[in-house]
């Protein structure tokens, strides 16, 4: 049997959450991606493209993530792909920030005000470049709050990836538990680990509002 | 390729789905209860004269909304027996998901408070109500009004976070299809039903909540 010291302990659950880390960020980046495609399809022109995003987002928000991580890893192989933890964990957080984001960018968009349009297209730009130069600058402003907000919640999020097997911060501390049986230690660290990351992001966002707020 | 969708298992598993989606329904409707009361009490002490008060609360919300529900389910279950405390999964789960609950509410809850017009108290005071009268006739149901759809969505919220407690074996509709899918190697299709469930179990929570507060809010949900 090995002994864990309480160094040990730390130091290993330490090097599992970059993993967290990295999966944030990679689902986040990716989620920002996919996130304007859904928001220009939300605010398109056309009923039918803005029916699909509106189903697309409500099919996100209204089931549970772990279910759609589980059909994305029992899923794919059917359709032929090898999947890993890994890619399933990238792939269903991925999915499921850009409906998230989508929404929350919407909301900024909407609220620019109806004129800022008329006077882009006053000025000759077309559709993309009013998006582009006039209208996206403005929208993001807005919500830069409640997207970092939203950062929060994604990393939180990641925890669930350890039940299809993806090694991150609870997964390992799952194993941790099993070879020194000090739940209580294990899992306050992870907790605070967690908080420690979540915590600046939080007060960032507060910051943000307040600010908005003063404008 | 050659994988055809089977559903031919779902005949035999209807009852099983259907007790999960119970259980899932009790869970949530145990926790929202309870986290929506004890929401209102942590708000008012939030805003107490006592500074202990507050601080512990605001401390507890923080703690609460920065870390992630599986990691608190966890302490709760397998770090509390350590300091002796034993909790059946259900009991738990129940635990768990109303301290979570509570901590959002009870920033909403307090946004509620706060947007009532002072007049309203100062109102009910002179015309001698006692304070919590006043607390609970004039101040609460206006907050309530106006926070009723966050209060809505934290629960539906919620309801879908609540998938995760299967990790600690309560039996509710995600372990149900754990479960299903060992049985009938048919992993898909039990959790692309399951989905499907839940989706539909959270449109109508949503609905019924709504209709719930127009009926019960003196002038519908605002």
Known sequence: MIEFTLWDIIRNLLLAARWTVLLSAVAFAGGTIVGLLILFLRISKRYWMRQFAEYYIGLFQGTPLLMQLFLLFFGLPLLGFRIEPWTAAVLGLTLCASAFLAEIWRGGVQAVPLGQWDAGSSLGLHYLKQLRLIILPQAFAITRAPTVGFLVQLIKSTALTSIIGFEELVRTSNAINNATFEPFTVYGFVALIYFALCFPLTRYAKVLELRALKH | ?222
Do not use: C
Request: charged letters at 15%; a positive charge; aromatic letters at 8%.
């Open chain 2, 1 to 222: 390729m050659g994988y055809a969708l089977d559903f031919g298992w779902l005949n035999d598993a209807v009852s099983l789905i259907a007790s999960g989606a119970a259980m899932t329904i009790f869970l949530i409707a145990v926790s929202a209860i309870a986290g929506i009361v004890l929401s209102i009490l942590g708000a008012a002490a939030r805003r107490s004269r006592h500074a202990i008060l507050r601080q512990g609360i605001a401390g507890y919300v923080e703690l609460v909304r920065n870390t992630p529900f599986l990691v608190q389910l966890f302490f709760i279950f397998f770090g509390l027996p350590s300091l002796g405390i034993r909790l059946d999964p259900v009991v738990a789960a129940i635990l768990a998901m109303t301290l979570n609950m509570t901590a959002y509410t009870t920033e909403i809850v307090g946004a509620g408070l706060d947007a009532v017009p002072k007049g309203q108290r100062e109102a009910a005071l002179a015309l001698g109500l006692r304070p919590r009268v006043v607390f609970m006739k004039i101040v609460l149901p206006q907050a309530l009004k106006v926070i009723y759809p966050a209060l809505t969505s934290q629960i539906v919220i919620m309801m879908l976070e609540s998938a995760v407690v299967s990790q600690i074996a309560v039996r509710e509709l995600t372990y149900e299809a754990d479960m299903l899918q060992a049985r009938t190697f048919r992993a898909f299709e039990t959790y692309l039903i399951v989905t499907l469930v839940y989706l539909a179990m959270s449109i109508g929570l949503r609905r019924l909540l709504i209709a719930g507060g127009n009926r019960m809010l003196a002038g519908g949900v605002s």
